[in-house]
């Protein structure tokens, strides 16, 4: 498999990234890490005119973390967001979703910013973003804009991103009080794409009683989609297992799941609420200690 | 198709080549500068074959435009050996556990093992099997690949000086 044609371009700076987008009639694409493109160029999923590589420019990579969130460069390689101490403190969800992101050589070269953009469905960043509520920034010639990331995906491999914008920051809030999470996926190898992927976040009061949760499902709809429901039924529960499976029955109902050659949907609905009981449970107890 | 004039360090010697856009890092190494050793599998980031150390870490180097390695240093397979025709410690443990049948894998396995053992010199099974997780094998069911790190492991430490 070779990619077809396209003209490639190394930009210098943010604004030599707009001018190279802009002349391109809408058919640009960014390459960063290339982890999601590169295979899209080469099975000619993707045929675009030019690429636009923004690994050079300095102000797109960085990790700036404090106790109110953390803020990545989209270009950030996920090797250094899953080894930052500042991730592993105040974004502990999102440390334990990077080191099941890929595998060895694909967290080498892949970006924060370029899982969120690809958005493929079974992307485990994009499921943290949906999670913890993080602040999508892109930029384009005509200037900035904030996105929350439940607006942000519209599809399999969809954004809202326009050909002419460039995703340059995502900021994942931090939570304040006695915090726990928990992430589990189910794939069929080891490192392979997760057929469903559970994340969830808990503060607890001193009682022990839940004040907030937030609980995310990947792979199983064509977007990160959050268990609102099941949210709402936990909050003012000590989160024991009969909570649990009580508000898990509302995200067996809603929860519309992916047929494909993997897995069926009833699978993924299946696997889903059993992941969410055992993160939910987790994340409790992370919380508690 | 535009084309660029790179200049590269590959094990240690430089290479100046101008590449059309399209061309992958791993058809430049195999086609233009005839370094076979880094195989190719699958071309889209499945299967691990083509996994190349680029400035010090492992990657699959058929998920990157040759453009893109302007200025980089990359030690592939053939650079792992101490001197032509002779086995690094941990290609010799591949050699003595059997982590090899076909051989298609074995040099990204080589690869991921090395920059495992640059980062963690004893690596527990876990470790080792995390490091390899982006590689397939389907010869060996990878028992023997595991071993053969930790062979090198202790060698390399200089706890098995027979091995």
Redesign the interface.
Known sequence: ??????????AADLDDVFRLLDGAQGEAKI?AG??TL??L???RLARPTL?V?I?GIAELSGIAADETGVTFGAATRQ?DALEAAGVARHAPLLKKALALV?????R??GTIGGSLANADPAAEIGLIARTLDAEIEARSSAGGRQIAADAFFTGAMSTVLSAEECLTKVRFPVWPGRVGTGFEEMSNR??DFALVAVACQVAIDKAGVCTRIALGVGGAEPVPVRASDAEKRLIGTRLESADINAALNTLAETLDPLSDVHASADYRRRVAVHLAARTIASARDEARA | ??S?AITVTINGRVYRATV???M?LV?FLRDELRLTGTHVGC???VC?AC?IM?EG????S????A??A?GASITTVEGLAPEPGGLSVLQDSFWETHALQCGYCTPGMLI?AH?LLMRIPNPTDEEI???I??NLCRCTGYKQIVDAVKLAAERLSGKNQNG
């Open positions: 498999m070779k990619a077809a044609e396209f003209d490639y371009a190394r390459i290339g982890q590169v295979p160029l080469v099975m690429v590589d690994n090797i890929g595998h060895p050589q694909t080498n070269r080891r490192s | 198709m535009s660029h059309p856009a399209r992958t058809d071309e889209h980031g691990g996994s680029f870490r492992p990657i699959r058929c998920l990157m435009f453009a893109q302007d991921a920059a099997r995390e490091a997780s982006g």
